[in-house]
């Protein structure tokens, strides 16, 4: 009678104990050993950046938002069905997700040739919470030329919440973006000049917060039906002239007419550091033609491949 009282008492000690340790989960993880190895001296390819959006009007500084987000590159994957995928996973904070959200990509390249100077791809970017999800996709080709350069890029992004609620951020667009940029123009073949179109798309004043585009002011034609101009059509022809600068330094200016809208950059990148990555600071001035809005963008990153 008393080995068998000690015995109870031992079991209830052992499940005592494991009932202290065990997270209360209705399941746990197993934890598995790495099979990866390193061959050799690689660093951690990864995207990290700070942001600060400026709204500009009559009155002066009217809004302000910040953004940051980490981002790792996890190099090129051999996937089933997919082969060699490039993929890159992160974090991301912006008004829209101010707790914070994952943001996975993926760009499978559909063909390089190096003889030719040309290369297909698409890809897929998504960024969540637990409240709303945001998708988007993407083909593009680059062609290279002497002294010159061609690319296209179709997108479709879509978002939203997973439940509809009044006021919710939804939105499902498509559009382009191409054009040809001409390099070693004047003077002292430092600048480029690019020649294109521009779609519109991902600047609907989601992630800014209360820092609205200053493309939003445009006048906007008077007419009841306008065809897929308001929901998918949002693109304008653009003018750029880039002049690189002493000390990796680069100033341009873009024209969108159809936005009205003229943006002045400033970009400059620091030496590469013992692990093989850089400093990049950029400030982007976007001036509306048609009202007295503008949009100052200042933003840091590091770079590291």
């Not at 065990?22 to 993880?29: K, R, S």
């Not at 061609?150 to 479709?156: K, V």
């Amino acid at each position: 009678m008393r080995m068998r009282l000690q015995g109870g008492r031992a079991i209830a000690l052992v499940v005592a104990l494991v009932a202290v340790m065990q997270c209360p989960t209705f399941i746990h993880t197993a934890e598995w050993l790495d099979l990866a190895d390193l061959k050799s001296e690689n660093t951690l390819p990864l995207i990290t950046d700070l942001g600060l959006n400026v709204g500009l009007g009559r009155e002066g500084l009217n809004a302000t938002s910040g953004s940051c987000s980490f981002i790792a590159d996890f190099g090129v994957l051999d996937l089933p069905l997919l082969g060699l995928v490039r993929s890159r996973a992160g974090l991301r904070y912006n008004p829209l997700y101010p707790r914070g959200a994952l943001e996975l990509g993926f760009r499978k390249e559909l063909r390089t040739d190096k003889d030719q100077g040309y290369q297909l791809f698409m890809g897929l970017q998504s960024t969540g919470d637990d409240e709303r999800l945001d998708v988007l996709t993407e083909i593009g080709a680059i062609k290279l030329f002497h002294n010159a350069r061609a690319f296209y890029r179709f997108l479709w992004g879509f978002g939203g919440p997973y439940q509809e609620k009044s006021g919710s951020n939804n939105w499902n667009q498509m559009g382009s973006s191409l054009g040809v940029t001409q390099t070693n123009l004047p003077p002292n073949l430092k600048g480029q000049l690019t020649i294109g179109w521009r779609t519109g798309l991902l600047d609907v004043g989601l992630e800014g917060g209360k820092v609205l585009p200053p493309m939003l002011a445009r006048r906007k034609a008077q007419k009841k039906n306008r065809g897929l101009r308001d929901n998918l059509l949002d693109s304008s022809p653009f003018a750029a002239y880039s002049l690189e600068l002493p000390k990796n330094a680069e100033v341009s200016w873009t024209i969108l007419p159809e936005h009205e809208v003229l943006e002045h950059a400033l970009h400059w990148r620091s030496g590469m550091d013992a692990t093989g990555g850089q400093v990049v600071i950029a400030a982007v001035l976007e001036q509306s033609l048609s009202s007295p809005r503008a949009r100052l963008r200042i933003g840091t990153c590091y770079e590291r491949k």
